[in-house]
């Protein structure tokens, strides 16, 4: 059974560091072809895609964020993390991990229920 | 970067009704790359088809996809009231990826 699991403060203050944790079970991040990827959706908007790392140690980051963000791995704990830097208001939403195969590319199969971050001082 | 347009934004059927849900694309998008989710209210979205149009586990067949080039439709052949929920479609052409606005579709 695949589940993944996000944890992270829920209030930030502006400029401050997001620091966000993706606990998966069900799979490995050393078998070929899993991809974690955090995609987020502020408060009653759409989706959007953030970062993504794969099996293989290949790292992707959306292009108007790059700056801000780190996406990093621990295998032997089956964890991901998101850091994202300098936040902002307009940074408040629910951060969603989800795990993407070769196979249902660029389907993400399973999500974690989401960790809503507020950004306000 | 692609972008996704998806129309209407809001639909609204009874059910036993057939919903055709749009994306369009900024360019061409092979349909490999392309996928639809449902978000349900207070619910992390979930997966329906990728590729052509593989349903993911557990989706049952009245969801269906099509299309190609830059035009794409999600039909739902026969809807039922817990179809209730923000559908979004979503391609990978080229990094990074990127979902559609969602289109809402309510059950009368």
């Known amino acids: 059974q695949v589940t993944l699991k996000e944890s992270g403060p829920a209030l930030v203050k502006p400029t401050q560091t997001l620091t966000l944790t993706c606990t998966f079970s069900?799979?490995?991040?050393?078998?070929?072809?899993?991809?974690v990827s955090w995609i987020r959706q502020p408060p009653g908007k759409a989706l959007e895609w953030l970062a993504r790392?794969?099996?293989?140690?290949?790292?992707f980051y959306t292009t108007s964020l790059r700056t801000r963000l780190t996406i990093s791995k621990d295998t032997s704990k089956n964890q991901v993390v998101l850091i994202m830097t300098d936040m902002d208001p307009a940074d408040t939403a629910t951060y969603y991990c989800?795990?993407?195969?070769?196979?249902?590319?660029?389907?993400?199969?399973?999500w974690g229920q989401g960790n809503l971050v507020t950004v306000s001082s | 970067e692609a972008e996704l347009t998806q129309s209407p934004g809001t639909l609204s059927l009874s059910p036993g009704e057939r919903a055709t849900l749009f994306c369009r694309a900024s360019?061409?998008?092979?349909?490999?790359?392309l996928a639809w989710y449902q978000q349900k209210p207070g619910q992390a979205p979930r997966l329906l088809i990728y590729g052509p149009s593989t349903r993911a586990t557990g989706i049952p067949d009245r969801f269906s996809a099509s299309g190609s080039g830059t035009d794409f439709t999600l039909t739902i052949s026969s809807l039922q009231s817990e179809d209730l929920a923000v559908y979004y479609c979503q391609q990978y052409l080229s990094w990074p990826y990127s979902f559609g606005q969602g289109t809402t579709l309510e059950i009368k």
């Open positions: 069900g799979f490995s991040l050393t078998t070929s072809g899993m991809r």
């Open positions: 360019q061409s998008v092979s349909t490999s790359y």
């Open positions: 790392i794969d099996w293989d140690g290949d790292i």
């Open positions: 989800a795990r993407e195969t070769e196979t249902t590319f660029p389907g993400f199969d399973y």
